[in-house]
């Protein structure tokens, strides 16, 4: 059974550093085709994709967070850590970490998140 | 980027009936689109895989269809338990993209 768990500061003054940690289980990200994706929520708004993190190390991140963000796992933990510097109230959200799976289908490859913990709530307030 | 577009934004509807929520894409996505069901307090539960395909334990009401640029998630006779937003998702290049999401109200 694969469980997702977010955890971190509830509250963060603006421009300092928010560090996050997923720890899940069920799963290694040692694995081939697995990965661990960051997703957030603004209070009453829709879900922005964050970063995301392979078996292989291989990252991604979204284009207009990617000054800001980085993405790191540590497998002997069954840990991803995001940071993100210099946060603003905007950022303030619902920080969200999920598994990505991939299936094969007629020679294509498809990955989605399937999994997600229950998520963190950010403040971002002096 | 590829942009997500769903609508309605809302959708206030009767058990029982049936709801279709569209997704369109800003360019051809093929099947890489996926739709999420989200709760108030709760974080998003996969319900279609790849535009067609049921995830795990989704009862058999919902389903998904499309290709391209265009897809839809239908709740065929809806119950007062499906009331939540509604996400699809592509993940067929980066940036990974949400749409703006539907919200289903049971009347």
């Excluded at chain 1, 991140?61 to 109230?89: C, E, F, G, H, W």
Aim: charged share 15%.
């Amino acid at each position: 059974q694969i469980t997702l768990k977010e955890s971190g500061p509830t509250l963060v003054k603006p421009t300092q550093t928010l560090t996050l940690t997923c720890t899940f289980s069920g799963f290694s990200l040692s694995t081939s085709g697995v990965g661990v994706g960051w997703i957030r929520q603004p209070p009453g708004k829709a879900l922005e994709w964050l970063a995301l993190i392979y078996w292989d190390d291989n990252k991604h991140y979204s284009p207009s967070l990617k000054s800001r963000l980085t993405i790191a796992k540590d497998t002997s933990k069954n840990q991803v850590v995001l940071t993100m510097t210099n946060m603003d109230p905007v950022d303030a959200a619902t920080y969200y970490c999920a598994h990505r799976s991939l299936t094969m289908l007629q020679g294509s490859a498809y990955w989605y998140f399937d999994l997600w913990g229950r998520g963190t709530l950010v403040t971002v307030s002096s | 980027e590829i942009v997500l577009t769903q609508s309605p934004d809302f959708q206030s509807v009767t058990p029982k009936e049936k709801v279709t929520i569209t997704c369109r894409a800003s360019q051809s996505i093929g099947i890489s689109l996926h739709w999420y069901q989200q709760k108030p307090q709760q974080s998003p539960k996969l319900l279609i895989k790849y535009a067609s395909q049921s995830f795990s334990g989704v009862p058999s009401r919902f389903s998904g269809s499309g290709s391209g640029t265009h897809f839809t998630l239908t709740i065929n006779s809806l119950e007062a338990e499906d009331a939540a937003t509604y996400y699809c998702h592509q993940s067929n290049s980066f940036p990974l993209t949400f749409g703006g999401g539907t919200k289903v109200e049971i009347k």
